[in-house]
């Protein structure tokens, strides 16, 4: 059974880049891009070569074949081997979004709110 709140999709041609969140600065040195899988308003899976635990703080940079890009918070919620023996699928919820400093932009959840009617958005089949 499907707990997520809000729909999965997939989007040809996003990428993430992403760090663990550290007090040296919110927007150090990130990975090498990686395929986003899924993407919705709540998080985003994809796969890395990095294994990150259930729990870990990262700060994400989401590019959109549009040109936009995104940087966001989240947390770790879960991971698991991906077919390919040195790779992992992870899932990220995104922190909040709001007017706090340690919030995700308001204009980020615009953007991830009005997806859906773009054509570059094709939904997952499940």
């Known amino acids: 059974m499907d707990r997520r709140g809000f729909t999965r999709i997939k989007i040809q041609g996003a990428k993430i880049q992403y760090r663990r969140e550290s007090v040296r600065g919110l927007w150090g040195v990130l990975s090498k891009p990686a395929e986003v899988q899924d993407i919705s308003k709540s998080g985003l899976a994809f796969i890395t070569n990095e294994l990150l635990q259930h729990g870990d703080k990262i700060v994400m940079k989401i590019n959109f ?62």
């Open 65 to 126: 074949p549009d040109g936009k890009h995104l940087k966001l918070k989240g947390q770790i919620r879960w991971h698991q081997a991906h077919s390919s023996s040195d790779s992992f699928y992870l899932g990220v919820q995104f922190a909040p979004f709001g007017y706090r400093h340690d919030y995700n932009s308001m204009n980020a959840w615009e953007y991830l709110r009005s997806m859906e009617g773009q054509s570059i958005i094709k939904p997952e089949n499940n």
